[in-house]
């Protein structure tokens, strides 16, 4: 599996201006901070800090071969496949720094094996697909946050692990738990620190993908800009789990 269409540095920049002074202290709460110090299993409702304090748009970045329209509204998007759990909490705000509610946010990304669910082989393993396992989305609660629980991603040929996201206003939740309408004001890729990806890889079943891995200086869309390109912070260890927060700068 080549993510030809990831090969491309980005889709296009969106950026504003960065709070000046004293705001400057708040606004570490968006850099990334990863860590592989072993940690409790992660409350199901996560609320990343202070998400007003960010003021810069988060880099849109394309949407690669992979994706599935017809994704299911749900917080868990596991399906029973096998990895390391990773709870998700990213936080939608808007340009003026506000929090949106019940925005649609939509995450896809490929399995332990490196195989995305609908194109199921294209990394050299051969296994059931559904066409929906790792993928789907949640509205933000009043806090503006999205939580979900996924799996560590693995990794193919040409990528360094990622995870795919939209985020979509205005949508419909439709009778098959799906989502219809709506308009898509973000579509970007999360990324995690080397160090705890390195940790994963060595544990099973990550330890199976045999397919030489990219790291995240050797990607061709990752640009080393830390959160405002979609790195996240995630604490965690390979045996209790991971948490990723990261706040998401939509232009809306």
């Known amino acids: 599996m080549t ?8 889709v296009g920049r969106r950026t ?28 199901p409702d996560l609320q990343p800090a202070a998400a007003a304090a960010v ?17 299911l509204v749900r917080t868990n998007i596991t399906e029973g496949k096998s990895g390391i759990t990773l709870k998700l909490a990213l936080t939608v705000v808007n340009s003026a720094c506000t929090v949106i509610p019940n925005a649609l946010v939509e995450v896809w990304h490929a399995d332990s094996l490196g195989e995305y669910s609908g194109y ?20 933000t609660n009043s806090s503006g946050v999205a939580n979900i629980t996924t799996i560590y991603p693995g990794w193919y040929r040409g990528r360094c692990i990622h995870i795919h996201v939209k985020v979509h206003t205005g949508v419909t939740l439709t009778s098959n738990g799906s989502f219809t309408g709506g308009t898509t004001v973000h579509t970007g890729q999360l990324f995690i620190n080397e160090t ?8 099973s079943p990550y330890s199976a993908n045999t397919v030489t891995r990219t790291t995240l200086a050797q990607d ?7 959160a405002s390109s979609g790195l996240m912070t995630v604490t965690g260890s390979t045996t209790a789990g991971y948490t990723g927060t990261l706040t998401l700068g939509v232009s809306s």
């Open 3 to 10: 993510d030809t269409s990831d090969g491309a540095r980005s």
């Open 16 to 43: 504003v201006l960065v709070a000046t002074g004293t705001t400057a202290a708040a606004l570490a709460v968006g850099a990334a901070v990863s860590t592989e110090a072993p940690a409790a299993a992660a409350a």
């Open 55 to 71: 003021c810069t748009l988060t880099e849109e970045q394309t949407e690669g071969p992979y994706y599935l329209d017809g994704a």
């Open 120 to 139: 199921v082989g294209a990394n050299g393993h051969s296994e059931a697909d559904d066409g929906t396992f790792l993928r789907g989305g949640v509205l």
């Open 196 to 203: 705890i990806t390195t940790a994963v890889a060595k544990v």
């Open 220 to 226: 061709s869309v990752y640009d080393d800009a830390g």
